[in-house]
């Protein structure tokens, strides 16, 4: 499972949390804009806009669960399963495998008009990495600086399905549009406390800080997950440095993180929040906490040759590193 987001407060951030049963040896990785990016089916990028994010390179080649490129546009693809359906070939289409398709848009793209372009002619085209990495059910969040927009995309049975996120989230089942209609029923929530509506023959009292968000999901599930990280960050504090708005959205990712030992998935394995990302899409500095340790780490993709032709990465700093003041 996982959960993504966006979030602006001066500067524009995104970034997700990436839930999953184990590792898959992920790292920072840029990719300079001379890197060729191949794809199965359509012709290489030999030039392209530079990208950071969080990939796993297989045969020298970025495998991104997100990225954000040099121009502000983000992408993230998040567990989609038993609704993703990739299909055959097409002709006339621009045939992109699913593993390739955040290289695809954040190579050629610097807007979401720009992407909309290119989603109107591609086919997400049904061809695995290799037998060993056979592709993932996913759908993505997309998001710009320019006009803070958000997109959610999806590509199911009956067709390929691009949607206006005006909540700047993302998790996993069921689709989109039923996750949005699910804030109905939360209408109710505030950060403020309640007013008594109960009956005005009762006085009822407001015993406890925080009724207003009586209520308020606090499950593993994905429907959970949607609803809390939207409450939080729709009502989350603007800071007025970079390290309060970073700050900031690691709560954000933080109030629906996965620990160890909740989330059963089988053979007595747990799905756990391997890491959380936040990418200043203005700046190009992505940081990062992970399970076991954190401390928010960074990389800025302004200090390296981005002109270069070789992928640069960068391990995570996985151990817990603990401030001693005395």
Known sequence: MCTAATYTAGD??????????????EKVTITPRNFPLTFRKMPTLEHHYA????????DNYPLYFDATNEKGLSMAGLNYPGNADYKPYAEGKDNVSPFEFVSWILGQCATLAEAKVLLDKINLVKIDFSEQLPLSPLHWLMAETASEKTLTIECDRDGLHVYDNPVG?????????????????YQFLSPQQPENKFSQDLELDNYSRGLGTRGLPG???????????????????????ENENVGNFFHILHSVEQ???LDGVENNQFEFTIYSSCVNADRGIYYYTTY???????????KVDLDGRELIDYDLANEQNINWQN
């Open 12 to 25: 524009h951030y995104f970034g997700r949390n990436l839930d999953l049963e184990l590792s898959y040896g």
């Open 51 to 58: 990208l950071i994010g969080m990939a796993t390179t297989v």
């Open 169 to 185: 989230v993302l998790t996993n089942n069921p689709q989109f549009d039923k996750q949005l209609f699910n804030l109905n029923n």
């Open 219 to 241: 499950g593993m599930d994905s429907m959970s997950r949607f609803v809390k990280v939207a409450f939080t960050k729709l009502n989350a504090p603007k800071g007025e440095t």
């Open 259 to 261: 620990q160890k030992n």
């Open 292 to 302: 076991d340790n954190n401390q928010i780490n960074a990389v800025d993709m302004h």
